[in-house]
């Protein structure tokens, strides 16, 4: 196995948990350029929220896109959009990627703004 199909394992089990517990999810993919965040129902069909540093609107006033900033950036946008569309209360799907870095600083920039995980 390589190294993301080792990933895809990984988020498959915490999806299958995520959807017995049967709460919104904050989902969150990460590339070598952006980074990006989906906020699902608890259907997980329908989007209710997203940001991602490919969204003007996010990376206005950044110096990149690939670096802590931009993360916290795109965390405390998608959480003010959840907030908005009245979802204060998510599951934490970080796709099988490890808890640090850029995952880590979007999910506590989330926090700040209010989503409790």
Not at 27 to 36: L, N
């Given at each position: 196995?390589?190294?993301?199909?080792?990933?895809?394992?990984?988020?498959?089990?915490?999806?299958?948990?995520?959807?017995?517990?049967?709460?919104?999810?904050?989902?969150?993919?990460?590339?070598?350029?952006?980074?990006?965040?989906?906020?699902?129902?608890?259907?997980?069909?329908?989007?209710?929220?997203?940001?991602?540093?490919?969204?003007?609107?996010?990376?206005?006033?950044?110096?990149?896109?690939?670096?802590?900033?931009?993360?916290?950036?795109?965390?405390?946008?998608?959480?003010e959009?959840?907030?908005?569309?009245?979802?204060?209360?998510v599951?934490?799907?970080?796709?099988?990627?490890?808890?640090?870095?850029?995952?880590?600083?979007l999910?506590?920039?989330?926090?700040?703004?209010?989503?409790?995980?």
């Amino acid at each position: 196995m390589n190294k993301n199909e080792n990933r895809l394992r990984r988020a498959k089990s915490t999806r299958s948990h995520i959807r017995k517990l049967a709460v919104a999810r904050l989902s969150v993919h990460r590339t070598g350029q952006h980074i990006y965040a989906q906020v699902f129902d608890a259907s997980g069909t329908n989007v209710v929220a997203a940001a991602s540093t490919v969204q003007k609107s996010v990376s206005e006033g950044l110096r990149g896109t690939k670096n802590l900033t931009a993360a916290a950036a795109v965390g405390k946008a998608v959480a003010e959009r959840a907030m908005a569309a009245g979802i204060e209360s998510v599951a934490f799907d970080r796709s099988g990627f490890r808890y640090h870095g850029r995952i880590k600083a979007l999910a506590e920039a989330a926090r700040e703004a209010g989503l409790k995980f």
